[in-house]
């Protein structure tokens, strides 16, 4: 099992990192592509291992997968003959709820294993299965698995009773086929839901309002061909702007989509951070103590809860006490403990932490209890006097490509080691 170590210290991290194409829109994408018979090209795609998995997946469906260089994939699902994936690989991945909107939609059979719960809490599919039953599928839920069985999708009005990127993203996946209008209300609004409306689209499906709380879409008969290139990420964007100002450092982000990170530039300038926005570029300097703030994650376009552990990293140095407030999972703080082992001072009541700043955080060993902690983790350990180790590390590669390199070329001492 390897390990990160990570040299502290406080370095301020120097220099430019080029943004990867955003996980969270190529792993609803990919399974998308089951979704027409002609060959799609996808790019910008993030080398990480979800993707991989995904790949492996689709293949052993009957996908034809072609990576002619890094970050392109083409996929032809012409020959898909199976709408069973196996469960070893299935399991390892959490977004792999979207083959069941992508299968359902494209041979009205799916049976996929239950996604598991992870770190942050139970992660239910309820509003999946609703939409889903809501345009005419049948779904039993039973043994660990999910079985899809539609005679025929038709549109219909489905209102989510919680605001869920995965649910909403996974009845667009049924819906693009499906006869007739669905209208789906309450759907959530991030940039990686109009990534995916957006590629679909390309290949003729007819979908409006991706990125409003009302998206329409039209079913269509069959779906051509395209090519994609997948957003920047946002969150690998945000998770370096607080590296960055973490170690009072100077970091020139590349590639990036600015307005997607006004909830993360607003509240960096909140902390006294200054941050330059310029065409695809954005600069985040330091150089100053950090002033304590309020946070509270919503769905977009609020703060977004994946940076949550990162910017509670960076608020345990800040002058005064800051709190943090959960709202879109249940149990995100996961992370305190291991924070607190390295000396922080953060106190948990239910969905809100106070974190109290002017700490000076000591290298020690801690656990990544998911892909955005192992991160905030690597930033704790660049705050902090000595070396920390970090286990559990395979969350971090499932959702960051090449992440030691790109903290290497800002200036920070980070080794793999077994
Ligand atoms: C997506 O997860 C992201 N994952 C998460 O990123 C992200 O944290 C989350 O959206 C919120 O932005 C992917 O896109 C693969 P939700 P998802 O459905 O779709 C509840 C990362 O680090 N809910 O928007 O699973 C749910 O329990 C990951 O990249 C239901 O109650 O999140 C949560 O409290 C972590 N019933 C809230 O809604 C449902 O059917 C929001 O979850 C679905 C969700």
Do not use: W
Not at 131 to 136: E, F, H, Q, S
């Amino acid at each position: 099992m390897s390990k990160l170590l990570v040299k502290g210290g406080k370095k301020p991290l120097q220099g430019s990192v080029r943004i990867s194409g955003a996980k969270n829109a190529a792993v609803a994408i990919i399974p998308a592509a089951v979704l027409t018979l002609a060959p799609v090209r996808l790019e910008n795609l993030p080398e990480i291992s979800d993707i991989r998995i995904l790949v492996e997946i689709l293949q052993s469906i009957g996908v034809r997968a072609d990576q002619p260089e890094p970050g392109v994939l083409i996929l032809d699902s012409s020959g898909l003959d199976n709408f069973k994936p196996p469960f070893y690989l299935v399991s390892k991945l959490r977004a792999s709820y979207y083959l069941l909107g992508a299968l359902a939609g494209r041979c009205g059979r799916a049976e996929v294993p239950a996604p598991g719960g992870c770190d942050l809490g139970p992660r239910p599919i309820d509003q999946h299965l609703k939409g889903l039953t809501a345009l005419g599928a049948q779904v039993e839920v039973g043994h660990g698995l999910v079985k899809v069985t539609a005679n025929g999708l038709y549109g219909n009005t489905v209102y989510l009773d919680v605001v869920s990127v995965g649910a909403t993203i996974n009845l667009m996946l049924t819906a693009v086929r499906a006869r007739g209008k669905t209208v789906i209300k309450n759907a959530a609004k991030e940039p990686e839901i109009v990534d995916v409306a957006n590629f679909l689209n390309a290949l003729g499906a007819r979908i409006s309002g991706a990125g409003t709380d009302v998206i329409k879409i039209t079913g269509v008969e069959e779906l051509g061909g395209g090519v994609h290139s997948v957003i920047p990420d946002r969150i690998e964007a945000g998770t370096y702007m607080f590296a960055a100002a973490a170690t009072a450092g100077d970091v020139l982000l590349l590639d990036v989509i600015p307005k997607h990170l006004d909830p993360v530039i607003a509240k960096l300038r909140e902390m006294g951070i200054d941050v330059e926005v310029c065409g695809d570029r954005v600069r985040v300097s330091g150089g100053r103590t950090p002033r304590a703030v309020d946070l509270k994650t919503f769905p977009y376009p609020g703060f977004p809860t994946d940076l949550q552990s990162l910017a509670m990293t960076m608020l345990t140095s800040a002058e005064g006490n800051s709190v943090i407030t959960e709202n879109v999972f249940e149990n995100r703080f996961r992370h305190v403990d291991e924070l607190v082992k390295m000396g922080a001072r953060i106190k948990v009541e239910g969905r809100t932490a106070l974190v109290e700043g002017s700490c000076r955080l000591g290298g020690a060993p801690v656990s990544a209890t998911d892909l955005r902690a192992g991160a905030a983790f690597i930033v704790a350990g660049l705050m902090a006097d000595g070396e920390t180790l970090i286990s559990k590390i395979d969350h971090v590669h499932r959702g960051y490509e090449n992440i030691c390199g790109k903290f290497r070329s800002l200036g920070a001492v980070i080794t793999e080691v077994e």
